[in-house]
């Protein structure tokens, strides 16, 4: 029995060519702490792919704990979302804000794409 919120392989972008595709066709939306690119898909449900630099949020412990976070904001969402190849990059601003507020943009972003992508 699968667990509908489980973040499986199939959920992910993985390969290059993947992540250069959303960069290159995809719509994007922003704010201080994240820029989301987004790009329809055939897998018939969302995937993500996280872009999380050191330059922008520093040493690895910083950088594993955010996407942590990111992950779960997804598995939650990818229920309410179509059917999207999902990026997410880092902007400087994610280095030291509170997980509130990486929610609070995170949430507000995925809402964005969600209507933008109808």
Request: glycine share 6%; aromatic share 4%.
């Amino acid at each position: 029995m699968q667990r509908p919120l489980a973040f499986r392989t199939q959920h992910r972008l993985r390969s290059a060519p993947e992540f250069e595709r959303v960069y290159r066709q995809g719509i994007r939306a922003g704010d201080a702490l994240f820029g989301i690119s987004a790009l329809k898909n055939d897998h018939g449900h969302a995937r993500l792919g996280l872009s999380i630099g050191a330059k922008a949020v520093g040493n690895a412990v910083r950088r594993n704990r955010l996407r942590r976070v990111l992950r779960e904001h997804f598995r939650h969402a990818k229920i309410e979302l179509p059917a999207l190849d999902i990026v997410i990059t880092a902007r400087p601003g994610a280095r030291h804000a509170p997980t509130e507020a990486v929610s609070e943009s995170i949430v507000r972003l995925l809402s964005q794409i969600r209507k933008r992508c109808r």
